[in-house]
C-alpha cells in the first residue's frame, strides 16, 4: 500500500476542519464506570404480545451482563405529529432516548414488515432536538417475532432505520419464526436456538456498547457539520461587524 502523501493537494476541502486523525481521542479514552444504559422499545399492545416477552427476555439477559435498562411501554403513545412534542408519553420515550447509550428494538413481522407502533415509536425520536441528538451515535440491537416461517423482513427495515438515526447498528440479529410456540404461559422463553440467538445478540450490543460509547462523540464527528458550524459562526461574526 502507498503511504499517505500529506503535501497532496485538496483545493476543495477545508484543512482547518479536516486534521488529522486523533488516535488518542480513539485508544486512550478514559473508560466509563456506570452500568451500560440500554433503552428497548417493542411493537406491539396485544396482551399476550410476543415482541414484548422476547424484550422482557432480552432485558433479563443485558441485566446479568451488568447493563442498566429501561423498557419503554408504547401504551398511550399518540400516532406522530397527531398531537404536541410535549405529550407525557413523547417526552417520556425522548428522555430515555437520550439517558440511553445503547438501543434494543423488536418488532412483530405484520404483512411483511415492522408494526405501524413499531414504527410511531421511531418517528418520535427526532434526529435532533437543538443541539442534543437522541440517537446518534448510539448501539442498536433488532429483533423480530413472527408468526409463521422465519423472515427477516421486520429486521431488515429496523436496520434501515438505524443507519437513518445514526446509530452503530452491531452486525448480529434475532428471528424468532412461530413465536407462539417459544413462551411458555408465564411469557419466559423456552430453550431453543432461537433464545441462544437472542443471548448472542444481548452479549454482542453489550460489547459493542462498552467499546463505542466512551468514542461515539469523536467516531460521529462529521467534516461535512463541522465546515457547516465553521461557516454559520462566520457569518454570525460578520454580521456583529455591520
Not at 437513518?164 to 419464526?177: D, E, G, H, L
Request: proline residues 6%.
Amino acid at each position: 500500500m502507498k503511504p499517505v502523501d500529506h503535501a497532496v493537494s485538496l483545493p476543495n476541502i477545508d484543512m482547518e476542519q479536516l486534521p488529522a486523525i486523533d488516535a488518542s481521542a480513539l485508544f486512550d479514552v478514559a473508560a466509563s464506570a456506570h452500568k451500560p444504559r440500554i433503552l428497548m422499545l417493542y411493537g406491539s399492545l396485544r396482551e399476550r404480545s410476543y415482541s414484548r416477552m422476547a424484550t422482557e427476555e432480552a432485558a433479563r439477559i443485558l441485566t446479568w451482563l451488568g447493563a442498566e435498562v429501561r423498557i419503554f411501554n408504547p401504551a398511550g403513545l399518540p400516532l406522530p405529529d397527531s398531537t404536541p412534542a410535549d405529550h407525557p408519553k413523547v417526552k417520556e420515550l425522548r428522555e430515555l432516548s437520550l439517558w440511553s447509550e445503547g438501543q434494543v428494538w423488536c418488532s412483530p413481522e405484520r404483512h411483511g414488515s415492522m408494526t405501524g407502533i413499531m414504527k410511531s415509536q421511531i418517528d418520535w425520536l427526532p434526529l435532533s432536538l437543538g443541539s442534543v441528538r437522541p440517537t446518534h451515535g448510539r448501539t442498536l440491537a433488532v429483533m423480530q417475532v413472527s408468526g409463521g416461517s422465519q423472515s427477516f423482513n421486520a429486521v431488515n427495515q429496523l436496520r434501515i432505520l438505524g443507519r437513518w438515526m445514526r446509530m452503530f447498528t452491531i452486525p448480529n440479529q434475532s428471528s424468532v419464526a412461530k413465536a407462539f410456540n417459544e413462551f411458555d404461559a408465564a411469557g419466559r422463553m423456552k430453550p431453543s436456538p432461537y433464545y441462544n440467538r437472542i443471548v448472542d445478540v444481548m452479549e454482542e450490543l453489550m460489547k459493542f456498547t462498552l467499546l463505542l460509547r466512551d468514542r461515539s462523540a469523536y467516531l460521529t464527528n462529521r467534516y461535512s457539520e463541522r465546515v457547516e458550524s465553521a461557516e454559520e459562526l462566520a457569518r454570525r461574526v460578520n454580521q456583529r461587524s455591520i
